[in-house]
């Protein structure tokens, strides 16, 4: 049974920098795309981005600038850092399970960490 | 970025009640579509895959339809553990983008 456990500051002032790691227990990891996605207090889910096991990333343009997604593949772990926080990266941040590496259907996103709640403010 | 627009953005519903919910892709996305359901300070869950797959341990009342552009997500008899927020999620291009969601309430 694949679980992912996440973990980092919760509390940033404005100008600091995000940071989150997410371990995966279980399963495949370098089967998979890894990934990030946040949620502002009340609204929709955002998609920030992917990297797979050997380092390849790929980004949402709307924060291309000021995010960094990284591995460690052998602690089977993967972390994101948004520099330069305003108070509307305000909001849930989880790490979930991507798509598959070989073309598959089966669709990304099927294994939630328990989600981290980040505020910014001064 | 491919915009997914779904409605309604909220219902009213009572226990028993058929349910549905579309989702209109503003480009095509073959059948690249997932349906999730949220509850209040948890992670979403994954309930449908490939436009019409039954995530596995997902109870068969919820099903999906839809291939292009629309899509719909229904529950066939709604209960009470339903009442929540339901997403729908594009992934054919990038980046994925999801739907603002419909919230069902009792």
């Known amino acids: 049974q694949v679980q992912l456990q996440q973990w980092g500051a919760g509390l940033l002032k404005p100008s600091e920098t995000l940071s989150l790691t997410c371990t995966v227990y279980?399963?495949?990891?370098?089967?998979?795309?890894w990934t990030w996605i946040r949620q502002p207090p009340g609204k929709g889910l955002e998609w920030i981005g992917e990297?797979?096991?050997?380092?390849?990333?790929k980004y949402n343009p709307s924060l291309k600038s000021r995010v960094t997604i990284s591995v460690d593949a052998s602690k089977h772990q993967f972390s994101l850092r948004l520099s330069s926080v305003i108070a509307a990266d305000t909001g849930f941040y989880f790490c979930?399970?991507?798509?598959?590496?070989?073309?598959?259907?089966?669709?990304?996103?099927?294994?939630w960490g328990q989600g981290t709640m980040v505020t910014v403010s001064s | 970025d491919n915009q997914m627009t779904q409605s309604p953005s909220s219902l009213s519903a009572s226990i028993g009640d058929r349910v549905t919910i579309t989702c209109r892709a503003s480009?095509?996305?073959?059948?690249?579509l997932g349906w999730f359901q949220q509850k209040p300070g948890k992670a979403p869950k994954r309930l449908i895959y490939?436009?019409?797959s039954l995530q596995s341990g997902v109870p068969s009342r919820f099903s999906a339809s839809g291939s292009g552009t629309e899509f719909t997500l229904t529950v066939s008899s709604l209960q009470p553990e339903d009442f929540a927020t339901y997403y729908c999620?594009?992934?054919?291009?990038?980046?994925?983008?999801f739907g603002q969601g419909t919230e069902v309430e009792i």
């Open positions: 979930a399970r991507g798509r598959r590496r070989t073309p598959s259907n089966y669709g990304p996103f099927d294994i």
């Open positions: 999620l594009q992934y054919n291009t990038n980046p994925p983008t």
């Open positions: 480009q095509g996305i073959r059948n690249d």
């Open positions: 990297i797979n096991h050997s380092g390849t990333t």
């Open positions: 490939a436009a019409s």
């Open positions: 279980g399963g495949s990891f370098s089967g998979y795309y």
